[in-house]
């Protein structure tokens, strides 16, 4: 049956109109005017926002690490995402020791496969000094991948930067954009020694053991390589005012590089860590100040950060029980709540348009990751994707009444203003009124076509 979604405030790549739109199959169909469409489901979208559908760009579903498995596995994690309006997800795919890159990305797939509820993308994720051949990275852009994910941290995970020199430019001939978590590995390692010597492992230390100028010194370690071999670099989860700083100054200077930051970087702050129960605000890179909250919503207002995504990394509170905050299991549910804080606290209290919001949370992840215009955009042709949001409805936040297995979110007690009503993933309604009326098994894997390094 075909829908069609009447006398809405829908936000387009070229401006906010008042408009209808019409969905035919999976695909939009028809946006304008006055449509028709006899025997349409029709849906009255008067007074409401209509915004494609939010790519989540950093998540981390059924995720096994340090001994511990995420309790968001792909059918619980997107079920909540799609409750928040998010339609497509990229999470990571993993290297199987000793085995073409490939096999991992084909392995992740299988996992996802007959789970996901909304549709999905992945990262490959290189670690340490595992080398490559050219033809793998062929395979892998073969296969739909359009990225890869490195870390200049994390022991085994850390890349040399030698190696990562050579991936940055090797990358960049496939067409192929690499994504760094960005903090210098030595700091990180000193500064944990020293807490260690003085007795301060608490979990409310956890933001001291990572300091902000780890993030700022690895930033400009990565954008002088990038900068040197004249190839585009993504930083992921930006938690600085220092680090936007240095990524808005090297795209000054004609580099590309991309910047990601998250809601918690952006309503959250490290007093949190002096809350009950810390663990439940520690994820990697830190909370940091009120100021880096600021200078992140000016960076995101002036443009020089360009993705909002979640890194949803859900762990029960039992799971994150620990006695210091080097044993503390990092990571946060958040995909549910991206766009109602951001809505929120970015459209509501006029830190960013309508416009830089769907650019921000679908239209610019759906073309540094080769899915646009399929995905991202509301046009005719392009998949229907949307989510209709109620600018005035008020939800305070609780992980009672949110749909992640983790239970709690470290939101719990935020009014947001403007919450999702209606989500549909490629023509199909999966969410409505509170309910999600999807199933595991709608999500497709996408692979990505041409990228737009914007």
Known sequence: MALLVKNGTVVTETGVVQADLLVEGEQIAALGRDLTAPG????????????????????????????????????SGSRSAACGGVT?????ADPIEGRPLVEGLQARQ???????????????????????????????????????KVFTTYEASRIPYRHLEKLLAAAREVGLLVTVHAEDDDLVRA????????????????????????????????????????????????STGAGAKLIEAAQARGVKVFGETCPHYLVLEESCFQREFPQQYIMTPPLRTRRDNE???????????????????????????????????????????????????????????????????????????????????????SDAD?????????????????HSRAGYTPFAGLTVRGYPVLTVSRGRVVYRDGQFVGEPGWGQFIKAGETTWL
């Open 386 to 402: 949307l989510v209709l949001v109620d600018p005035e409805r008020e939800v305070v936040l609780s992980g009672g009444k949110l």
């Open 295 to 381: 200078m992140l919503w000016e960076a995101l207002a002036r443009g020089s950060l360009q993705v909002l995504a979640t890194d949803h990394c859900a762990y029960t509170l039992r799971q994150k029980e620990a006695d210091t905050c080097f044993t503390t299991l990092p990571g946060i549910p958040g995909s549910e709540t991206l766009l109602p804080l951001m809505f929120s606290e970015g459209y509501r209290k006029g830190r960013l348009t309508l416009e830089q919001l769907a650019a921000y949370l679908a239209t610019n992840p759906a073309k540094l990751f080769g899915l646009y215009p399929r995905k991202g955009v509301l046009r005719a042709g």
């Open 110 to 148: 299988a996992e996802a496969s007959g789970k996901a509820c909304i549709d999905y993308h992945f990262h490959m994720c290189f670690y340490g000094e595992r080398p490559w051949t050219r033809e793998e990275l062929e395979d892998l852009r073969r296969e739909g991948i359009s990225s890869l």
């Open 88 to 92: 497509t997800f990229i999470d990571y």
């Open 191 to 238: 500064t944990g020694e020293k807490l260690k010597e003085q007795g301060l492992t608490a979990p409310s230390y956890h933001g001291q053991s990572r300091p902000w100028e780890a993030e700022a010194q690895a930033i400009a370690d990565v954008i002088a390589l990038a900068e040197k071999q004249g190839v585009p670099v993504y930083i992921v989860h930006v």
């Open 40 to 75: 349409a489901e029709v849906v009255d979208a008067s007074g409401l926002v209509v915004l494609p559908g939010v790519i989540d760009a950093h998540t981390h579903y059924s995720l096994f690490t340090r001994g511990a498995l995420t309790i968001d596995d792909f059918a």
